[in-house]
């Protein structure tokens, strides 16, 4: 069993920063890639941010210059720095992890979601 846990969300003024953190835990044998999503209410779930294991980084074009993502490997953790937020970045933000778990077999590869962080931005 894997669980990601989230925190850091909240409510922040426009043009305020907030920083996510994500902790994954359970039988981690590796981690492929973490992300960032959000949703907003009656929208689909939408890529924030994703890095890789080796560090390659990509960002939504509405986040870029704005938003950091970052991992420590030893940790198994994931965090977004966001910065210069705009009402409109209001919305759930979800963590993400591509990664393998022990089995009795060997390794499996699944897709994992934490619960969600509430981030609003209003004055």
């Known amino acids: 069993q894997v669980q990601l846990v989230e925190s850091g969300g909240g409510l922040v003024q426009p043009g305020g920063s907030l920083r996510l953190s994500c902790a994954a835990s359970?039988?981690?044998?590796?981690?492929?890639?973490m992300a960032w999503y959000r949703q907003i209410l009656g929208n689909p779930r939408e890529l924030v941010a994703g890095?890789?294991?080796?560090?390659?980084?990509n960002y939504a074009d509405s986040v870029k210059g704005r938003f950091t993502i970052s991992r420590d490997n030893s940790r198994n953790m994931v965090y977004l720095q966001m910065t210069s937020l705009k009402p409109e970045d209001t919305a759930v933000y979800y963590c993400?992890?591509?990664?393998?778990?022990?089995?009795?077999?060997?390794?499996?590869?699944?897709?994992?979601w934490g619960q969600g962080t509430q981030v609003t931005v209003s004055s």
């Open positions: 890095i890789t294991s080796g560090g390659s980084i």
């Open positions: 359970g039988r981690i044998a590796s981690i492929n890639a």
């Open positions: 993400n992890a591509d990664l393998r778990t022990y089995t009795i077999y060997g390794t499996r590869r699944d897709d994992y």
